[in-house]
């Protein structure tokens, strides 16, 4: 059974400064791997996607890497600021099944101003 | 393009009493799925449903919860009785297939709360 860790599970830091959110999972046959932001009363938003093929992605401040072999994850955020405060999941999909994501506990990001 | 719909956002309930949600997909997506999500964790599938058929429900309590989607458009989720422990964010997701490069796209959840 996929079993998908994050750590750490809060996480303060003053605005401007680079943060790295890490995630580990059990099984290695994954599809691919998404980050998805939460904030309060709202849904998921999908952050970046990387494919099992991939060593990583980047969308502006944000860049994710996959290491499969060793099962783990990172969400690198640079220059941080008070917007990206929300609680940031990641989650696997199998390469075999349906479409089913497997989520982390995930991390809750506060940026201080 | 309208997003997921749920409602209501907000419910409140005492243990042993009945609730259900409602969730409106986007447009044309064929498949829907049912995450619960307690407090300190990540969603879990409880239900997902191609059109109105069932691809999964393994993770479903079937003694207090069920789902239906009749007409293959919008879908409700019923717990009876509710227990403590089912206070949770209950999100509603959709997309196009059941492909697994099919993104899903969730709606803003209902937050269960019972006392």
């Known amino acids: 059974k996929q079993e998908v860790t994050q750590i750490p599970a809060a996480l303060s830091v003053p605005e401007g400064e680079n943060l790295v959110l890490n995630c580990s999972f059990t099984d290695s046959a994954i599809y691919n791997l998404q980050w998805f932001r939460q904030d309060p009363g709202k849904g998921l938003t999908s952050l970046l996607l990387?494919?099992?093929?991939?060593r990583e992605q980047t969308s502006g401040r944000l860049n994710a890497s996959l290491d499969k072999s060793s099962g783990r994850s990172t969400l690198y955020i640079a220059a941080s600021q008070p917007g990206d405060s929300a609680t940031y999941l990641c989650?696997?999909?199998?390469?075999?099944?349906?479409?089913?994501?497997?989520f982390g506990t995930g991390t809750r990001l506060t940026v201080i101003p | 393009e309208a997003g997921v719909a749920q409602s209501p956002r907000y419910k409140i309930i005492e243990k042993r009493q009945s609730v259900a949600f409602w969730c409106n997909p986007i447009?044309?997506?064929?498949?829907l799925y049912w995450y619960q999500q307690i407090l300190g964790q990540g969603p879990k599938l409880l239900i997902q449903?191609?059109?109105?058929?069932?691809?999964?429900d393994s993770q479903l309590p079937k003694d207090r919860f069920s789902a239906e989607r009749l007409k293959g458009v919008d879908s409700t989720l019923k717990i009876q009785p509710a227990k403590l422990e089912d206070s949770a964010v209950y999100l509603c997701?959709?997309?196009?297939?059941?492909?697994?490069?099919?993104?899903?796209?969730f709606g803003p959840g209902t937050r269960l709360t019972v006392l």
């Open positions: 989650a696997v999909a199998h390469q075999t099944g349906a479409n089913n994501l497997f």
């Open positions: 997701a959709s997309s196009l297939g059941t492909e697994i490069t099919d993104t899903q796209y």
């Open positions: 449903f191609q059109n109105n058929g069932v691809v999964d």
């Open positions: 990387i494919q099992s093929s991939q």
């Open positions: 447009s044309g997506h064929a498949t």
